[in-house]
């Protein structure tokens, strides 16, 4: 149960599921904890703020380059 809250709280749903997200402590712990569930690698991309839904969609916002990201794969 707790590492499935675990990749919930990466943002990963369902098999197959990638993200990017920040290099950070608490990210790298949490993956740590999952790390047979998961692959990690650094890509050079910046991760992407959400917006919160609304009725009406949004176009997709680019991503700026940047060093020492993490990209997530729910394998």
Avoid: C, Y
């Avoid at 990749?7 to 990638?18: A, M, P, R, S, V």
């Avoid at 047979?36 to 700026?64: C, D, G, I, M, Y």
Wanted: overall charge positive; aromatic content about 2%; charged content about 30%.
């Amino acid at each position: 149960m707790r590492q499935k809250r675990t990749i919930q709280g990466l943002g990963l749903k369902k098999l197959g599921d990638e993200r990017v997200l920040q290099d950070t402590a608490a990210v790298r712990g949490m993956v740590f904890h999952v790390q047979h569930l998961v692959r990690a690698e650094v890509v050079p991309e910046e991760p992407v703020l959400r917006k919160r839904r609304s009725s009406s969609p949004t176009p997709p916002a680019q991503a700026a380059v940047e060093q020492g990201k993490k990209a997530l794969v729910n394998s």
